[in-house]
C-alpha cells in the first residue's frame, strides 16, 4: 500500500506568524495526498476574502500557493483544505498578520541571545511592548542533501516574551536579530516577522550551495566534519526556506574564516550572496525580489594583543575588498561596523561583544537606506576619496567624503608602508596623526625615506578602544577600516 502523506503546513507556519505583504504575494505550501487538490482560503473576522487552489505534485507530495499581495495588518486566519474522497481534512492557522519577513543567519554573535547582552534585563522587559514583531527559529540541524524543510523547529512562530528572547545562551532569540527587528518596527509601524537560523563556530562554506562553492574554486569534497563541512547547513538550514517570501537577510558570520579560507572570503562571501538570491526568488515563485536587500556586520574584535592580521584581513574582505557596501560587486548590500564595539571581559569570551545595540542601530539605519530607500539617511562612517602624498614635507593627507567628528589623534592608527621599487615587500610603519580639518586628515610619516606606496587604516584585530576609534560621523558611525594599495 501507497503510504500516505499526512496533510499538514511546511513546518514553519503557524499561528502568530507573519506573511510577507505587498508588493510580494506569500507563499503557503505544504504536504498532503498525490494529486488531490487543495484549498487555501484567508479570512479576516470570519468572511473569506481570497482563495486560492492547488494540487498536490505527484512527486514531492507538497502543494504550493501564491496569495495575492497584502497590505500590512492582520489578524487573519489561513484556512487549507484538502478535497479528498477518503478523508477530507482542514486546518487552520490563525492570528496571522501581513508585514515584512527577515531572515537573520551567520555564526555565534548572530546566536547569541537578548539574556546575554548588555542591560538584558531591561531588553526583556521591553518584549511585551512588541507584540508585531514575531519570532521563529529554526534548530540546529545538519545534511548532507538539500531538504525540503525544515527537520526540527526550536521556537514556533511566537509574540516575543522574555522568556523566548532570553532563553539561554546561545539558543532563541537572537539579540542583532530582534533588536534589528525592534528597530525597524519603530520606523515601519507595521508587523515585522522574524526568522532565525544559526550556527556558533560554522564557516561560510557550510552555508553555502554547492553550486556558490563551485564559483571561488573549491574541489568538493574537502576533509571537514560536522557542521564545517561544505554545505551542511545550507542544505538543512537554509534550503528548506527557500519557498517562503520575504523582505531581505541579515548576516553575521566571518569570525571562523579569520581562521579557514580567508582569502577566498572576497569570492565565497559575494557568492553566497548572488546564489541565495537566486534560489530565494525561484523557490518563492518570484516573489522574493531578485536582489533582495542583504546586510551584514563587520567583524567586531577578538584578542587586544594580536599582532596577526587575520580579522583585518576578513573585515576587508566581507566588503569583496571595497571597504564599504554597497558596491559593485555586492549591490543592494549594507554593513554595520562594528570594530569599536570591544568587550574584553565579556563572559562569553572576547570574541562575543555584548554590546548588540549599537551593533542593530548601525544595521537598521543601512536597511533603512538600502531596503526601504530612506532618502539622505546617513547609513555609513566617512570613507577617503582622496589621498595625496606630499613627499617634500613627509606627510599624507587624507580627504574624506563626510565631515569628520575627531574624538582623538592616534600614533598607530594608521600605517604607510614605504617601498623604493614598486617590486619590493614594504614595511609597515605608524603614520601619526598630525592635524585634522572638517574633511581632511593629516598624517606624518617620517618613517618613510622612500615614496609612501600604501596606506591603511585600523587595520589590527583591536584597533581602538570601545566606541573610541579617531574618527566617526556627526552621527557617531565609525570610519571603515580600509588599505589603499596603490599611491603613486
Not at 527559529?137 to 527537520?151: G, H, R, Y
Not at 539622505?376 to 589621498?387: A, D, I, W
Request: with cysteine; glycine share 6%.
Amino acid at each position: 500500500s501507497m503510504r500516505s502523506v499526512a496533510f499538514r503546513f511546511a513546518s514553519y507556519y503557524g499561528d502568530h506568524m507573519v506573511l510577507q505583504k505587498k508588493p510580494a504575494g506569500a507563499v503557503v505550501w505544504g504536504y498532503g495526498e498525490a494529486g488531490v487538490n487543495v484549498t487555501v482560503s484567508l479570512s479576516k473576522d470570519g468572511k473569506v476574502i481570497m482563495k486560492k487552489m492547488a494540487q498536490v505534485k505527484e512527486h514531492s507530495e507538497t502543494w504550493k500557493v501564491v496569495l495575492a499581495p497584502m497590505d500590512h495588518g492582520g489578524p487573519y486566519s489561513v484556512m487549507a483544505e484538502q478535497h479528498s474522497r477518503e478523508e477530507p481534512k482542514n486546518l487552520t492557522l490563525r492570528d496571522i498578520y501581513f508585514g515584512d519577513v527577515w531572515l537573520c543567519s551567520g555564526q555565534s554573535n548572530m546566536e547569541m541571545t537578548v539574556s546575554q547582552i548588555i542591560n538584558a534585563s531591561v531588553e526583556l522587559s521591553k518584549a511585551p511592548l512588541y507584540p508585531y514583531v514575531r519570532v521563529f527559529a529554526a534548530s540546529l540541524i545538519q545534511s548532507e542533501v538539500e531538504l525540503q524543510d525544515l527537520a526540527k523547529i526550536d521556537l514556533e512562530w511566537s509574540i516575543p516574551t522574555a522568556e523566548n528572547l532570553g532563553h539561554g545562551s546561545f539558543s532563541y532569540f537572537s539579540a542583532v536579530c530582534w533588536l534589528f527587528g525592534r528597530h525597524l518596527y519603530e520606523t515601519l509601524r507595521y508587523p515585522v516577522g522574524l526568522v532565525e537560523s544559526s550556527w556558533g563556530g560554522t564557516c561560510i562554506e557550510a552555508w553555502s550551495s554547492g553550486r556558490a562553492l563551485q564559483e571561488c574554486g573549491f574541489l568538493l569534497p574537502t576533509l571537514l566534519s560536522g557542521p564545517k563541512m561544505p554545505s551542511v547547513l545550507w542544505d538543512a538550514m537554509i534550503h528548506p526556506l527557500l519557498n517562503m517570501s520575504l523582505t531581505g537577510v541579515i548576516w553575521y558570520q566571518g569570525e571562523s574564516n579569520a581562521f579557514t579560507n580567508t582569502d577566498l572570503y572576497n569570492c565565497t562571501f559575494p557568492a553566497l550572496i548572488a546564489d541565495w538570491r537566486r534560489a530565494f526568488h525561484a523557490g518563492s515563485d518570484g516573489q522574493t525580489q531578485p536582489l533582495f536587500p542583504f546586510g551584514f556586520v563587520q567583524l567586531s574584535t577578538f584578542r587586544r594583543q594580536r599582532r596577526d592580521d587575520r580579522f583585518p584581513r576578513l573585515r576587508w574582505h566581507q566588503t569583496a575588498d571595497y571597504g564599504y557596501a554597497p558596491n559593485k560587486r555586492m549591490p543592494n548590500t549594507f554593513m554595520a561596523v562594528a570594530l569599536d564595539l570591544c568587550d574584553e571581559h565579556s563572559p562569553y569570551g572576547s570574541i562575543h561583544p555584548r554590546d548588540k545595540q549599537n551593533v542593530a542601530y548601525r544595521l537598521h539605519l543601512g536597511a533603512r537606506a538600502v531596503a526601504y530607500g530612506e532618502k539622505g539617511l546617513v547609513f555609513q562612517g566617512p570613507y577617503p576619496t582622496k589621498v595625496v602624498v606630499d613627499g617634500a614635507r613627509a606627510l599624507v593627507n587624507v580627504t574624506y567624503g563626510q565631515e569628520l567628528l575627531l574624538l582623538l589623534m592616534h600614533d598607530r592608527v594608521f600605517e604607510v608602508c614605504c617601498s623604493r621599487r614598486a617590486q619590493e615587500p614594504c614595511q609597515w610603519v605608524p603614520a601619526p596623526m598630525v592635524s585634522a580639518s572638517s574633511h581632511t586628515v593629516t598624517l606624518s610619516s617620517p618613517g618613510c625615506r622612500a615614496a609612501v606606496s600604501r596606506l591603511r587604516y585600523a587595520w589590527a584585530d583591536w584597533p581602538c578602544e570601545y566606541r573610541m576609534c579617531p574618527l566617526y560621523n556627526k552621527h557617531l558611525l565609525p570610519a571603515p577600516p580600509f588599505v589603499i594599495d596603490s599611491l603613486h
